[in-house]
């Protein structure tokens, strides 16, 4: 049950929004036991975002994970986020941020898991 939102100061076409969104389906297999079945993707194009004081290209992304994760399939996960966002969005990988939540209380479908 992972969601991927993605905040960024840059606007995202129709047909961007949906490479990304298949892009994370296939990565999101980087942490163990998650696939694009349970996956939830949201991305919020021109969104009010500075880094460094700048408004250049840049996007927050958060991570939220039913169970655990661990560091080293993060790190993966990060990899995956950043080469994608740059290679459709041509936002520099140093001015992406990944930020990751794990949670052992999920609800779905009227009750928790």
């Given amino acids: 049950m992972p969601f991927i939102n993605i905040k960024t100061n840059q606007s995202v076409s129709t047909a961007q929004q949906e490479v990304i969104k ?10 163990s036991g998650k696939s694009e079945q349970w996956l939830m993707v949201g991305i919020e194009p021109d969104y009010i975002l500075y880094h460094q004081g700048s408004a250049h290209p840049c996007a927050m992304v958060e991570v939220q994970v ?36 794990c949670t052992p209380n999920w609800g779905w479908n009227g009750s928790n898991f």
């Fill in 22 to 31: 298949s892009g994370l389906g296939k990565a999101i297999s980087a942490l």
């Fill in 66 to 101: 039913y169970g655990n994760a661990s560091a080293s399939d993060c790190n993966k996960l990060t990899g995956h986020i950043s080469k994608l966002l740059h290679t459709e969005l041509q936002i520099p990988e140093n001015r992406i941020y990944v930020s990751y939540t």
